[in-house]
């Protein structure tokens, strides 16, 4: 083993380069950042899930899904409108219109909504969203994170499909260096030599995250393995490793979904998860802010 390598990534590790994200840097600015939305907040007790389809589909697929995963205890609604997809031949999303049917529904269930946007372009239809999610695919659009640095709003920041931590952090910084303190990070999968997954869930990045930075780190455990049964042992190894907290995809009919079918649970495996969920959060202490939902 090549011993000169990993005393360098450790020395990165303590000392990282952070000259280039140093709003982001825990160096200067100790305390965990919480984020409020709503009447949750985001970072130090908290811990938030995030679920919902990957794809808002129609109004009343919104609509039925939100109100599964809320009495189920979710605690904010995610839902794609415009969507990023590998071949310009799939399903697009509904655009502002879906992002109708996603407030519509947040609003009926009194669930925060999180949902993606693609391009500066489209901004105006973001006015009343919650937090606005920057995909994997944009982590580097750096005209997108400006105007969103300008925005104001939370934003939901995903790890590029091939990126490293350091450049996470520093897409991160071209948002906070506008003004907008309000970034959430977010672990997603990598891409590596395993195939057996859709992508590699890296849970060391979370630590490493929590232990340089002061943001919140969310981890996606659906587009992290692509596998449903692997989304629960990977949220419990998510809140153990200091994640706060995770974005699950569901679907009220995964079989029928429009997009990512295969890696979405349907609302009775999202209960099972969010019991896992539950206890592992007791055991870290973490507050899970849920409200009026059928569970205890
Ligand atoms: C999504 O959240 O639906 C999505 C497209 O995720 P990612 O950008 O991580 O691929
Ligand atoms: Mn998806």
């Not at 995030?50 to 109004?59: D, F, K, L, T």
């Not at 039925?64 to 031949?89: E, I, Q, W």
């Not at 592992?280 to 939902?293: G, K, L, N, V, Y």
Request: net charge negative; charged share 25%.
């Amino acid at each position: 083993m090549d011993e000169g390598k990993h005393k360098i990534s450790r020395e990165k590790i303590e000392n990282p380069l952070e000259e280039s994200y140093r709003k982001a840097s825990r160096r200067f600015h100790k305390e965990d950042t919480v984020i409020p939305i709503g009447e949750q907040s985001f970072g130090g007790q908290w811990f938030q899930v995030i679920a919902g389809p990957c794809s808002v589909e129609s109004q009343e697929q919104i609509l039925r899904t939100a109100k599964r995963v809320k009495a189920a205890g979710a605690t904010m609604l995610r839902g794609g409108a415009f969507k990023p997809r590998t071949s310009p031949y799939s399903f697009q999303g509904l655009g502002k219109e879906g992002i109708r049917f996603l407030l519509e529904a947040g609003k009926e269930t009194g669930l925060p909504v999180v949902t993606e946007i693609t391009s500066v372009a489209s901004l105006e239809f973001f006015k009343q969203v919650d937090v606005i999610q920057v995909g994997a695919r944009n982590m580097q659009s750096y005209e997108l994170l400006k105007a969103l640095g300008q925005f104001g709003k939370p934003v939901l920041l995903k790890r590029g499909l091939s990126c490293t931590i350091e450049e996470l952090l520093m897409s991160a910084e071209y948002i906070l260096a506008e003004g907008n303190p309000q970034v959430i990070l977010c672990e997603r999968g990598i891409r590596t030599v395993e195939n057996l997954t859709r992508n590699t869930l890296d849970l060391s990045a979370v630590a490493v995250l929590k232990h340089i930075s002061h943001l919140p780190v969310v981890v996606d455990p659906s587009h992290g393995t692509g596998v449903t049964w692997l989304v629960e042992p990977m949220s419990k190894a998510a809140i153990a490793a200091g994640a706060d907290g995770l974005m699950i995809e569901t679907h009220d009919d995964p079989k029928q979904a429009l997009s990512d079918g295969e890696q979405s649970l349907d609302p009775d495996e999202f209960i099972s998860v969010m019991n896992a969920v539950r206890r592992q959060a007791a055991f870290e202490q973490r507050t899970i802010s849920t409200t009026d939902c059928n569970c205890s």
